[in-house]
């Protein structure tokens, strides 16, 4: 059966985001100097990790119920767009899984489309606006098509955090049309994005855990 995605995996995804953005903390911040407010992987950092804190104190029993608080804890805790962007990712994410005991890699994708249509509509964003979107929908579309096509989890994760990681890179030659990035207009260009690069972190983390 592999791995069950369970409260405990889900608990595991959030403190390996952490471990993750933490060690591109200093990348993220170089990113965000260039076309925005600078302050992206310290608050990131500062979020995640309070998130993974308050999972380890109040332990919650259910995949959804994890998401849920961790997105709640971005939420309060990280300034600037991420905190309420991240955080309207993951209640989503978790809302949709709802309160089963385990989930299906099928609901998995589910949940990550949900995210996605979170983000987009909090941030008016849309593919191409050179967003974190750029990375996230991608990441939606390979995990679903992988599930469809029957991959197991891990193969199926692997998509997601490709064309993540594809999708962030693919921000480079792009012109900021949203956040404040889009203020430098044409001087956007030649830069990634850096809440794609955090997208790409923490889908390669999922992908991550499910290998353990």
């Known amino acids: 059966m592999g791995t069950p995605m369970d409260a405990e995996f889900f608990t595991a995804w959030i403190g390996e985001a952490a471990r993750a953005v933490r060690a591109e903390k200093d990348r993220l911040t170089r ?19 309070a998130a993974a804190a308050a999972l380890a104190e109040r332990r ?5 119920a994890v998401l849920a608080l961790a997105g709640s804890t971005l939420i309060r805790k990280v300034g600037g ?23 299906s890699p099928a609901e998995l994708a589910r949940a990550l489309e949900a995210a996605v249509d979170g983000v987009r509509g909090l941030g008016a964003a849309a593919e191409g606006d050179k967003t974190m979107v750029d990375a996230l929908a991608p ?25 993540a990681e594809s999708g962030a890179e693919a921000t480079v ?13 044409p001087r956007s260009v030649g830069h990634e994005d850096p809440g794609a690069a955090s997208g790409a972190l923490l889908l390669r983390a999922l992908h991550t855990v499910a290998v353990r």
Request: net charge negative; charged share 25%.
């Open 31 to 49: 990113l965000d100097t260039a076309i925005g407010d600078g302050d992206h992987g310290v608050n990131l950092d500062r979020g995640l990790t």
């Open 139 to 163: 990441a939606a579309g390979a995990l679903a098509r992988a599930v469809r096509e029957g991959r197991d989890l891990a193969a199926a994760l692997e998509a997601a955090a490709s064309a």
């Open 81 to 103: 767009a991420s905190g309420p962007l991240y955080g309207t990712a993951l209640r989503e994410a978790g809302r949709a899984l709802g309160e089963g005991a385990e989930v």
């Open 60 to 64: 919650p029993a259910a995949p959804g």
């Open 173 to 185: 030659p792009m012109e900021a049309r949203k956040g404040r990035a889009s203020y430098l207009g």
